[in-house]
């Protein structure tokens, strides 16, 4: 997806037109998620900046469960009048495959406003472990089997996983354990019950910086400014394993068009802010922040790419 500059990206997005009372009570910002998560994190900062914007509250409500699918499906058939907004993510194009029969439909029933961030993945092994590079990864598989684990099916760790099993000539021997979240993920990795993990950023983080874990590879085509001596897939020409955990803002896709931009400019104008931009940036995200229509095409690509992949590897929901 084309990246913007944030201010750049306020100046590019639409006038606001006919929406001069907007909002006109407190706005709803749905997290399918727990709160505490990188989504939560993210949606409060931005929430606090468009409350101050607004001078309206914004209250962001933590509705977790049906791995995000409650929480979608109730801005999905909330008034289309702006004051409900949802905090997505990858998962939920990685949901337009994985439930066919979701009570929504995310391609249909939601407009995204802006993808906001993104997160690259990490290859990790222990620090102990023979695996020393990426290549060494991908060529372990020939000697025998390897167990790779993710924070669970069909999340971003899972697909990434499923990436590098592309790049093997032993796609059998890689073995897929899904965990219930990234932290138990990696307390089995670390107790040597696993070989490797495609491991969120923030999560895998402090265990490199420690020395526990080793970071292979960062699956972005730009090093991470917190794990610089990590080399990127694009460095080590693996193109195939480029891969990002990103969240963005939804509506219920009947809200009108010039509400839709003066939403859309808002939310640039929050992440333009020094404040946010460096808490963001301090979490881990690449910022993006993109205007409305650019956000519909990036979240309808992810749904078909993920779709594919998930089809080809016979993935099922849990």
């Not at 089997?145 to 899972?158: A, D, F, I, Y």
């Not at 910022?287 to 650019?294: G, K, T």
Request: glycine share 10%; net charge positive; aromatic share 4%.
């Amino acid at each position: 997806m084309r990246r913007r500059t944030l201010l750049g990206a306020v100046a590019a997005l639409p006038a606001a037109a006919q929406t001069t009372a907007f909002p006109d009570r407190p706005v709803r910002y749905i997290v399918p998620f727990p709160p505490g998560g990188l989504t939560d994190v993210m949606a409060r900062l931005v929430a606090q900046r468009l409350s101050e914007i607004w001078s309206r509250p914004v209250v962001v409500e933590n509705r977790a469960g049906g791995n995000a699918l409650i929480g979608a499906d109730a801005v999905a058939k909330a008034p289309a009048g702006g004051h409900t907004l949802l905090a997505i993510t990858s998962t939920h194009a990685v949901n337009a495959t994985l439930f066919p029969n979701a009570p929504y439909d995310f391609t249909k029933d939601l407009r995204v406003v802006s993808v906001l961030g993104s997160l690259p993945l990490v290859a990790v092994v222990r620090a102990d472990s023979p695996v020393r590079s990426l290549e060494d990864l991908i060529a372990r598989p020939q000697s025998g089997p390897l167990n790779g684990g993710s924070s669970g099916t069909g999340s971003p760790p899972h697909l990434g996983l499923e990436l590098l099993r592309r790049l093997t000539s032993a796609p059998q021997n890689v073995v897929h354990v899904p965990y219930r979240g990234g932290a138990p993920s990696l307390t089995d990795l670390m107790g040597g019950s696993l070989d490797f993990i495609m491991s969120n950023l923030p999560e895998c983080l402090p265990h490199i910086q420690s020395g526990r874990l080793r970071g292979l590879a960062v699956t972005s085509e730009m090093r991470h400014p917190l794990l610089p001596e990590v080399p990127t897939v694009t460095e080590l020409n693996r193109p195939g394993l480029l891969i990002t955990n990103w969240t963005g803002i939804a509506v219920p896709s009947g809200v009108p068009a010039p509400l839709l931009a003066r939403i859309g400019r808002d939310v640039a104008t929050a992440m333009a802010d020094a404040g946010t931009r460096q808490k963001a940036e301090a979490g881990g995200f690449a910022l993006i922040v993109s205007a409305p229509e650019d956000a519909q095409r990036f979240t309808l690509a992810e749904v078909e790419r993920w779709r594919t992949l998930i089809a080809e590897a016979g993935i099922k929901a849990e």
